[in-house]
């Protein structure tokens, strides 16, 4: 759907319109586009005492093939970029009137040596530097450890103050910038400790590929944490095309956010089956068409469709199953029949749960695979006349968080993404100020596109996120609105 305001205030008239009443002026989000390149410009580097995940970090921005500069407070920076090949120099903070060739791309701080909270001052230190050098668009990220794995009390401490700075710099910095957090298990680092060092890096490779990418666009303020898994990558990993050879199942793919999700998987690699209603063949046969894929047109809340699923899918298997059909029918829940009330909740919720049921029994779905499920920011903080949808949309959350322990077993992964206003045909039936408000109250001040939601997905989804389970990624621009 079309943001008039956005288009509006970014055109040269109306940018000299903004400035002289001072109205907000949304960013442009500078997304992932195949026609450009994804890793560009400088990284600004910044570091705590004792920082442990430098080397990691070392090696990922010298295969994405950006150039570092060195805050004054990470001096172990330098002889770690050369180690590493990569070409380095000492951060200088940019003159606030040179143009956007003088900023740096992105900034990235080492806390995981963190262990008290005097220790912080060192965030300080770089931010308040390095903050204003940041272009436009630009990526903050900050690496710390889990704080319930600290060895102290004040270590934990330290550590969960993160979540505070990355969270406020990303309201702070605006300009579409976005800020976020990665907790990396101590474990995480052990698969290092070999001839070389492909283990570490690939535990937080593709996290940091994407939270330093455009895919990325939309997502700010979240916290995200690495667990140990076993790296499946090898040195001639295509990271351009990281699907390459598996299976992939999106429900609700006809049309929407289901629709750019399959794209985007298909695009990656992957062979895409998309699953929707009968009354949505048309649609999704032409979406798969576009894709090479294969159409089910099955309802999945009729009892019999997850056995025939994982008939359907029995003989390949499935790498990847993405739940992204849903339904809302809203009322206030002293108006809302019990239909309404039960037909969200199974087919959001109850379909779920019926359909991996199924493919774990019969085996279809691979040990190592993933599943991702699509909840809402609804489900986090909920919405008046959506008691139905949020509860759905809540239990969506607590399905992964319950699952991730029992998969981990077969190295399956589990997680969700929880989509804020996101620009659909859904969102463009709202009253248009309720439209606006959505739009505007996020750090980006405007909302999303399907593919924000479907590039996120993909992250979960890739062979190198395999310490990542049992978490809700918000994609929704850093929503003001819900915890």
Known sequence: ???????????????????????????????????????????????????????????????????????AGASAWVPLANRHGLMTGRFEPADPTAGSQARVRALVFDASGIADSA???TLYAFFHDALRSLDK?????????????????????????????TRSLGKEARRGITSNLVY???GAKSSAESSNDSGIQSGIESTLRFFLSPRSA?????????????????DDFDWSRPL????????????????????????????????????????????????SGTALPFDIAAPETPARIAAALDELGVDVFVHNAGITKDKTIAKMSEPAWRNVIDINLSAQERIDDALLEAGTLRDGGRIVCVSSIGGIAGNVGQTNYAASKAGVIGRVQSMAPHL??????INAVAPGFIETQMTAKMPLAIREAGRRMNSMSQGGQPVDVAQTIAWLAHPGSAGITGQIVRVCGQSLIGA
């Open 1 to 71: 759907m079309n943001d008039s305001y956005l288009n509006f205030v970014n055109s040269p008239l109306g940018a000299r319109v903004a400035r002289s009443l001072r109205l907000p002026k949304p960013e442009v989000l500078r997304r992932y586009r195949a026609d450009a390149p994804e890793f560009d410009g400088i990284v600004a580097v910044g570091a705590g005492p004792s920082p442990q995940l430098l080397d990691a970090l070392a090696g990922v921005i010298a295969r994405i093939g950006m150039t570092s500069v060195a805050h």
């Open 119 to 121: 220790q912080l001052d």
């Open 137 to 165: 668009c630009g990526r903050i990220v900050v690496l710390g450890r889990p704080p319930d794995a600290c060895a102290s009390p004040r270590q934990w401490t330290a550590q969960r103050a993160l979540e505070g700075v």
């Open 184 to 186: 990396v298990a101590d």
């Open 218 to 234: 939309y997502v700010s303020g979240q916290v995200v944490r690495i667990g140990t898994a076993p790296s499946a990558l090898g």
């Open 244 to 291: 390459a050879g598996q299976r992939a199942v999106v429900t609700g793919a006809a049309r929407g956010i289901g629709a750019a999700i399959a794209h985007v998987l298909a695009a990656q690699g992957a062979h895409v089956t998309g699953i929707d209603v009968p009354a949505a063949t048309d649609a999704l046969d032409a979406t798969m068409r576009q894709i």
């Open 408 to 413: 981990a077993k077969r190295r399956i992964t």
